[in-house]
């Protein structure tokens, strides 16, 4: 329950700009003329925006002022457990910011809301793809990572009703291919390319200056 609820009270604080600007425009413009009409899908359009932005900043910052950043460890999963709790939260906030970030190119605005609830992004880094756990993801500089790709910190095992989460490190220079999935554990070194659909599987540590392909990914010439 406490879960569902502590959602809502963040939902609701990145609602409040939106109420504010709907407010003001209520207040200070003139419903019954044309030219309101005519400016409406704009000020619909800022509107959107303002929410969009205000849900990344107040969801970024209750996980920081909450210190919701999960650490790895193999977990039961229950809400009993602290990491485990932090997990399930910071996954109903983030989700759904997630989710309109994956269909609005935001570039470095998303960067930047990554940082905020805990990924390590190195400078000139094009983060694609998503990232299911970024408090415990770390790229390097001038790394790309393509569109559908995905990073996963996490394994859910529903029959045995636990949680595995280990940290993912990608290190400088290196070009994660659209589709590719990298597993909890992967360390990828620097200058490394992991093709396009390529499986990483879990724990598994690409070598410096290679490059990875196929489903699980295998060095290749």
Known sequence: MFVPVASIVFFSLGFVPMAIY??????????????????????????????????????????????????????????????????????????????ILEIIPMGRMKNSYLRLIGMKIGKNSLVGGVIKDPCITTVGDNTTMGEYAIIYGHIHNFEKGTIFIDAVHIGSNCVIGAGAIIMPGVVIEDKVTVAAGALVTKGKRLTSGNIYAGIPAKKIK
């Open 22 to 99: 709907m407010l003001l425009i209520k207040l200070y413009l003139p419903f019954n003329q044309i030219w309101f009409l005519l400016s409406f899908p704009l000020l619909l359009y800022f509107g959107i925006s303002i929410t969009i932005l205000s849900q990344m900043f107040i969801s970024g910052l209750m996980i920081r002022i909450f210190h919701l950043l999960y650490e790895p460890g193999l977990y039961p999963y229950s809400t009993r457990e602290k990491n485990a709790l932090k997990w399930m939260i910071v996954v109903s906030i983030y989700t759904p910011i997630r989710k």
